[in-house]
């Protein structure tokens, strides 16, 4: 079992610039969630999916920050444009349902840092 | 609004020596606490519940609602357990968790 994939592990940006995070969570999960980590605090939600629908979106900066989950399987993270405040680790977690929002499983991240 | 407070960044303790690592939340309905723990190069991961009132790898922790804290211990320290802890809690909805800062563990031989 791999466990919920992330892509990339680290990525590098100039500030301005477009940035993708993408996700694919343990087969069978239908609760998909992304999480923000910034450094020296605890991860932060920032949307929550139950398959394809984001049923909870309200910690998302929606002018710069997007989300889907097509055909309710994998999910990409978008940032457009990046900025120096977005340097943190991306993480993305599955859960078998929402009634199950504890047994989260998390993927090992994705640092981005913004130059 | 909820909240997770982890008051220590850093715990040092020498091999054998009991751990408690603080926990403190705010909440106003019934919450469900829980520990993670994410070892070096690894990913995060559950590490006990409060509803299953089991003790894992020697851990165990208690719910005071009287004192909103759900402070995880061990007896004896093993320089394994040396990892980053972080407390979360979950509304009764189960609708997502909010994380503490979390508490680096360093166990010293």
């Known amino acids: 079992e791999a466990g919920v994939v992330q892509s990339p592990r680290y990525k590098i940006i100039e500030k301005k610039q477009p940035v993708a995070f993408w996700c694919n969570p343990i087969?069978?999960?239908?609760?998909l969630y992304w999480y923000r980590q910034n450094l020296g605090q605890g991860p932060e939600l920032l949307i929550r999916y139950e398959n394809e629908e984001a049923v909870d979106d309200s910690q998302l900066p929606k002018d710069r920050f997007s989300a889907e989950r097509l055909k309710g399987v994998d999910s990409t993270l978008k940032i457009q444009p990046a900025e120096l405040g977005d340097s943190a680790v991306y993480l993305c977690?599955?859960?078998?349902?929402?009634?199950?929002?504890?047994?989260?499983?998390f993927g090992p991240g994705t640092r981005l840092t913004v130059l | 609004a909820q909240r997770v407070t982890q008051p220590e960044k850093l715990l040092s303790v020498f091999k054998g020596a009991p751990v408690e690592l603080k926990c403190n939340y705010s909440?106003?309905?019934?919450?469900?606490l829980f520990w993670y723990v994410q070892y070096s190069r690894q990913r995060l991961q559950l590490l006990l519940r409060?509803?299953s009132r089991e003790s894992i790898k020697g851990f165990t922790a208690d719910l005071n609602k009287g004192e909103t804290s759900f402070h995880l211990k061990k007896p004896f320290a093993q320089e394994e357990d040396s990892a980053m802890y972080y407390c979360?809690?979950?509304?009764?909805?189960?609708?997502?968790?909010?994380f503490g800062a979390g508490t680096i563990l360093r166990v010293k031989s």
């Open positions: 409060h509803i």
């Open positions: 909440y106003s309905g019934s919450p469900e």
């Open positions: 977690a599955s859960s078998p349902t929402f009634e199950e929002a504890d047994t989260q499983y």
């Open positions: 979360a809690l979950s509304s009764e909805y189960g609708n997502k968790l909010v």
């Open positions: 087969s069978g999960h239908n609760t």
